[in-house]
């Protein structure tokens, strides 16, 4: 583990802003970030969300989203509001909606292209089931 500066925004207030050293933590899904440095942002939570923990017990906290920009990139990403004691972390989601990947050797992150699917494989019509039942 180790850790990286970030800085995150309101998304309707970008202008409200902070700086943060988060540790990465690629087994969490979500970013954790302190609760009072979001409240102070004026971020407020969307819904509450549970989660599991490493050694297996489940907690609730609120969720909302920030604008969290690393090394250049920026992307609006879910956090989950950290409560008191708690680490402030940098996790999975936000680093695939960044295209970051982890280096745990060199301890630093790397930039990579999002992926997609192929776009000539993209259909969005509904689709249709055929079924035949028998001869």
């Known amino acids: ?3 990286v500066q970030i800085r995150i925004a309101n998304l309707e207030k970008p202008e409200r802003s902070a700086d943060l050293s988060l540790v990465v933590d690629t087994g969490a ?3 954790w970030i302190p609760r009072e440095t979001l409240e102070s942002l004026e971020i407020e939570p969307l819904s509450r969300l549970p989660f599991s923990l490493a050694d297996g017990r489940s907690i609730e906290r609120d969720v909302g989203g920030v604008l969290l920009s690393i090394d ?3 992307a609006p990403v879910p956090v989950a509001f950290g409560e008191a004691g708690e680490n402030a972390l940098l ?3 936000a680093l695939e909606s960044l ?3 982890v280096d745990p050797v060199a301890k630093k992150l790397i930039q990579r292209n999002l992926l997609a699917l192929r776009v000539d494989l993209l259909d969005l019509r509904p ?3 055929l079924l035949t039942i028998g001869e």
Do not use: K, N, P
Request: glycine residues 16%; proline residues 0%.
């Open 127 to 129: 689709a249709r089931i």
């Open 91 to 93: 996790g999975a989601t």
């Open 99 to 101: 295209g970051l990947i």
């Open 1 to 3: 583990m180790f850790e």
């Open 29 to 31: 899904t979500l970013s």
């Open 72 to 74: 250049g990139r920026r």
